[in-house]
Structure formats: C-alpha cells, structure tokens
C-alpha cells in the first residue's frame, strides 16, 4: 500500500503539487472569509445584552404609585414591574423596593438587594434596621451599613414626585457595578 | 450462533472496531494499578453517562423559560409517572459525580500521577473538575425556585464587583439588565449543551491519554520521576509485571460504579428529588436563600471573610488557584510520587480538605445570619422572667421588640450573628452595656437612634441580671477604687 503511494507521489509533477497546494491554500482562505462573516452576526447576536447598557438604555420612569400609600416617617415595601420585559419572564418582572418617606416629598428607594451579594433585606421598623438573610449584612433605616460585609449602603433608585405619584428610574439589578444609583453613605460622627 | 457471529462479522467487515477496542481493553497496567484506588474515575464517568441520560429524560418534560419551569418541575413530581424520581436520580447523581471527581482529583494529586508525563492529562482533569461544578451551579438553576433566582443575584454581585468589567459581565451573565426569561435560557444552554459538550470532549481526551501514556503505577517511595528514563522504566515495570486491564483490572471498576449506581438510586428513592422551593417571585422577600451542598463553602467564606478582603478574594483567588492548579505538574513534573516523601502535598491537601468541611458545616446552620424571627417567634424561658422586677421584665420587651433576639442567643434560643447573651452580666458592667446598646461598635449596630432613655435603661438593666447565681456580675474596679477611697454622700442612698 505505501508502496503504490510512493510511486504515485513520484509521478505527480512538481508544478502539478505546487498548483493543488496553492488552491488548497485559497480553499482555506475561503473558509476563512466565510467563518469571518459568519462569526460577525454571530458575536452580534451573543453581545446584544451590552448594547444600550452603557448608556442606561434599560432605565426607565416607572410610577410606583400616590404618595397618599407612603406616609411619613414610615418605610414602606413597593412592588413594580421592571420597564423591559419579555414573554418568557414569568413573575420575574415584578421587582421589589424600600420605600422609605421622611417628610413631605422627601423619600429615599432602596434595592432590596444587599450590597454584599444580592439577597433580600428585610425592613424591620421597631429597631429600624435592614438585615439581610443571607450573610448577616444590617443597615441603618437611611440604608447606610450599620454591620456585616456589605462593602456600602444599599443602592438606591433615584426618584422624582409628578402628579402626586412617587415615581423611580428602575430597571437593572443593582450590583456593585450596576448601582441602581452610587450613593455612599458613611455616618461620620454617628458612632 | 452461527448466525450471530455472521451478523458480528458483517458489522466487524465495515466497522473495524474489534481489533482496537480489544486492545484497549487488553492493555496491560501494572499489577499495582489494579486497586481499589483507581475506581473514582471510571465511577466519576459512569455517574456522567447516568446523567446524560437522565438529564435528556428529564428534557422530554421540563420547560426551560422562567414562567413555566417551576410549573413543570412541580408538573414532574407530582402528575408525571416516575417524574419525581428521575429529577431524584439527577440531583443526586450531580452530587455524586462531584463527590467522585472531588475524591478522583485528591487520589490523582496524592499519588503524584500529575507528573511526567502525564501533565496535559492533569491539566484536562483540573478543568473536567471545573466544568462539573459549573455543572452543579447551573443545575441548580434550572431548578428554578428562590434559591436559583436570589443564587443567580449573588453570582451576579459577584460578577458586579470585577473592575471595569463589572457591568458589561453582569449583563452578559443575566442575558440582560435583570434575572428573568432570558437569564434562564441562557443557563439552559450552558447546562444543556455547551458545557456537557466540551465534558464529552475533555472525558475522551482524558481517557485517550490515560490509554495512551498508560495509568500510573503505584507510587513507592524512592522511585524518582525523571524525564529521560520514565518511560523506559514504565514499560520494563509493565513488561515484567502487568496484568491485563480486562479482566484484571477492570472488575473492580465495575463493583464499585454498579455500588455507586445502586446508592444513588437508593438516595433517591428514599431522599426524593431537590425542591423546587418556593416560587420564582423576587416579591417575595421572606426567603433565605442558601445554594446547594457543595457550594455551601463559598457561602460561608462569603460571610466569614474581613469584608475589605472579599473583592480582592473574590477576583484574585479563582485566578491564583486554577493558575497553581495547571502549573502544579510543571512546578514539580518530576521527582517523588509518593505521598509519604510529599509531606508538603499531604499537608495542603489535609487543610484544603478540612478547611471546606468545617466552611461546609458552619454554612449548615449559618451562625453569621439573624435568625429573622425570633423576636417574634422565639420567646424566653419564663423562667428567666419569673424572678425579675419590672423595670426588667419591660427591658425583656425591648429585647425582643428591637430584634435583639435576632442576632443575640439567650439561654439557648436566637440568632448567633452577635455573641451569646446567657452570661453578659459575667463580662460587661453596667457603663459598658449602655455604651454598646448605644453606640453598637464591632459588629453591632447602633441603637441611639431607636432606643429611648427610658429602654436603655430597662434593657441594660435586664441584661444585667443575665449571669449565673453563682458568679458575681463584672464590676469596674476603678470605679470601686474611687468610691471606695472617697465615700460620697450618695454612698448611704444604696
């Protein structure tokens, strides 16, 4: 079997050889061009969840609701419906805050994502705290860290009152490098 | 049988098989090999082959979109015949074959089979480990309840915290700016079909190189490792003394994958599958979320670690310890094999080990967490009441009002996050008990803003009488010292 190949190597043609190597050679260029213009929709399609992030295309206005459901001095749980949704969300759309009203149209909107890793907060108004389930961050009732591993205070949303409703920019998970809004709050002389 | 072998021949004619997968299975491995040692991997893989079948089973039901995956899980355990148990066979299955590739890789390292030249097969391994536990991770959230939906957040908060990066991989990560459809279909594929298919990939580059470079020989004390004579004396130590894989060897591969197969059908059986918990509502807040088993480490180190060290840890330490995992078979390619001339190797192993034990155990009851209703739903003992005035039974109310209890353990009940109050009389004075009530301090917060004079006090004076009958309260000598050298008129008030 070698053998045969050998002889049949032998009788090919230098030029002969040289031609089938050059067009292999455009056949993997070819290829090339082709998985080049393939890979282009393709890393488009893996990408689309950055385009707009940066510029906060997500975010939106949403009315939380009349500021008659928030009285004063208290903090209160809302619940909206994030701005971009799609049909396979299910309930994950309805997204939880803190509603926190001190006086008159002055309020804070916290994330219930604690700012160490995510997980709910829980709103406990007899001590007026914020603890979190998880690994035991706890903020005061302005959302600044009172103890636990939570690098800050808890992100807040920012917020404007039209028509008599609260309403909140919204619209992405808050995370370290996703802030709602970058609020770092620290209680100076507090303690 | 004539006939069948005519039927055997026919295939054998096209296919060509017979004579390969004869010698592969005929190969010979030193005698050595052939222990009960070397079962994790064939284990590790047959548990593999369990869960691709189970896991394209269980597709044959489940819906991977975020409305209706919980609904088809439920769907699967309670109306589809044997649904229940073969979600069981999988979640269990995953905990074992990362059990298996856990024990696989501590076997490999002790017994020094990373070295020449068997580097690129280490090296293979240290990743099939890393994509089982991607395994594990995305599996738990396909089981889409509040454990995979607040557990994707924290891998997202993770992912927050990488430098510059940070947003972009978030959003990479979710599929978008929020948890929701689009998050789960992407875990779907990664479960489904990218990373089983590099598995697949990775297993047969894996098992080609054992084959190929031949299993390690039992490693005995005093026989170096050395690039240029290695595979000479491999093969003389085959030669003189092997055996051949089948059947020599291959028998105690299969008791022990058919035992691992029979105790994961048993903890199925009796165990049943995993969840799905509560429903994938991020409104519902009253959840404590906690991942499974063989993340339970990470979790607690989470809670453990100074905080200022967490994002450098979190980043650095993935990196620094993959990085030393690949590089360990070039770091020491030569050289002893056996672990009793590694003592370096044993003791890191012994700490590695001991260390995710006890991070496991305490991430089990979770002592860094309030127990967020035991102000509410833990009462003290009466008798710890029953003899207290009643400026100290009102500052038992405010204990449990202000969620105290949450945090601060008494007589064997509440929170562990702060320390346990049973004897704080025994420690603290009275000026230093008012002092942290109100400033907080260490982990504590402070309480100035929501405790009233009048609370402090009958707090503080509950927990002064917190100490054993027997055991005086702690006092402040300098406080005695003074009084006692300059008696003041409010002395003869007492």
């Known amino acids: 079997m070698i053998g045969d190949r050998e002889e049949v190597n032998e009788k090919q043609q230098t030029g002969d050889l040289s031609r089938r190597e050059w067009l292999t050679k455009i056949g993997l260029l070819l290829n090339g061009v082709a998985v080049t213009l393939l890979a282009m929709p393709i890393i488009g399609y893996l990408v689309s969840p950055l385009i707009g992030a940066d510029k906060g295309e997500y975010k939106r206005w949403i009315t939380l609701g009349n500021l008659s459901e928030f009285p004063e001095n208290q903090t209160r749980l809302a619940k909206f419906e994030n701005p971009i949704t799609s049909f396979a969300d299910g309930e994950t759309d309805h997204i939880p805050c803190w509603v926190r009203r001190m006086q008159g149209e002055n309020f804070q909107v916290f994330a219930v994502n604690c700012a160490h890793l995510g997980c709910p907060v829980r709103w406990f108004p007899q001590s007026g705290l914020f603890m979190c389930p998880c690994h035991g961050g706890v903020y005061y009732e302005d959302g600044s860290r009172a103890s636990g591993p939570p690098p800050r205070g808890l992100f807040e949303y920012p917020f404007k009152v039209e028509n008599g409703k609260l309403m909140i920019e919204a619209g992405q998970l808050p995370t370290l490098s996703t802030t709602a809004k970058l609020v770092t709050r620290s209680r100076g002389c507090q303690g | ?121 280490w090296i293979v391994g240290v990743f099939l480990l890393l994509m089982t536990l991607a395994m594990a991770f995305t599996g738990q959230v396909m089981r889409f309840d509040q454990d995979a939906y607040w557990g994707l957040g924290i891998g997202a908060s993770i992912t927050g915290r990488f430098p510059i990066i940070g947003a972009a991989a978030v959003h990479m990560l979710l599929g978008g700016p929020i948890i929701a459809g689009a998050t789960l279909s992407r875990f779907f594929a990664l479960h489904v079909f990218l990373i089983p298919g590099l598995l697949i990939a990775l297993v047969g580059l894996h098992l080609l190189m054992v084959l190929k470079l031949g299993v390690n020989e039992w490693p005995m004390p005093g026989r170096i490792v050395r690039r240029g004579t290695y595979e000479k004396e491999y093969h003389e130590l085959v030669k003189k003394d092997g055996v051949p894989f089948w059947p020599a060897a291959i028998w105690k591969d299969m008791f022990f994958s058919a035992a691992i197969i029979a105790a994961i059908m048993a903890c199925a059986a009796y165990f049943g599958p995993y969840g799905p918990s509560g429903y994938p509502d991020p409104t519902i807040i009253q959840t404590v979320p906690k991942p499974d088993f063989f993340f339970l480490w990470l979790y607690a180190m989470l809670a453990l670690m100074p905080p200022e060290m967490e994002t450098p840890a979190l980043i650095i330490g993935p990196v620094v310890l993959i990085g030393f995992l690949i590089l360990l078979p070039f770091l020491s390619g030569e050289g002893e094999k056996s672990w009793k001339r590694r003592p370096a190797a ?106 009233n004079p009048a609370e402090v006090t009958a707090l503080v004076s509950f927990l002064e009488t917190l100490h054993p009958p027997n055991q005086p309260k702690a006092r402040d000598a300098a406080q005695a010292a003074a009084q006692a050298a300059a008696p003041s008129p409010g002395e003869s008030n007492r």
């Open chain 2, 1 to 121: 049988m004539s006939r069948l072998k005519q039927i055997g021949d026919w295939f054998e004619e096209r296919l060509q098989l017979a004579g390969p997968i004869r010698e592969a299975m005929t190969h010979h491995v030193p005698r050595s090999s052939a222990s009960w040692w070397y079962v994790f991997g064939s284990a590790a893989l047959t548990v593999f082959c369990l869960q691709v079948v189970t896991g394209i089973l269980l597709a044959f039901t489940y819906v991977p979109s975020a409305a209706e995956a919980w609904n088809s899980l439920q769907h699967l355990n309670h109306d589809v015949t044997l649904g229940w148990y073969l979600r069981a066979v999988h979640g269990w299955g995953s905990n074992f074959m990362v059990a298996l590739v856990l024990i696989h890789f501590c076997q490999v390292f002790l017994f020094g089979a990373y070295k020449y030249p068997r580097q690129l097969t």
């Open chain 2, 346 to 451: 044993v003791v890191t192993l012994l700490l590695v080990a001991v260390s995710l034990a006890v991070f496991t155990k305490l991430a089990t009851f979770s002592p860094w967490s309030p127990i967020m209703n035991a102000w509410s739903g833990e009462p003290l003992p009466v008798s710890y009441l029953n003899p207290l005035s009643p400026l100290q039974r009102q500052g038992v109310l405010v204990f449990q009002d202000k969620q105290c209890h949450n945090c601060h353990e008494i007589a064997g009940s509440g929170g562990k996050r702060g320390p346990d109050l049973t004897r704080v009389a025994t420690r603290m004075t009275h000026d230093q008990l008012v002092r942290q009530v109100i400033q907080g301090g260490g982990n504590m917060p402070a309480y100035a803003k929501n405790l």
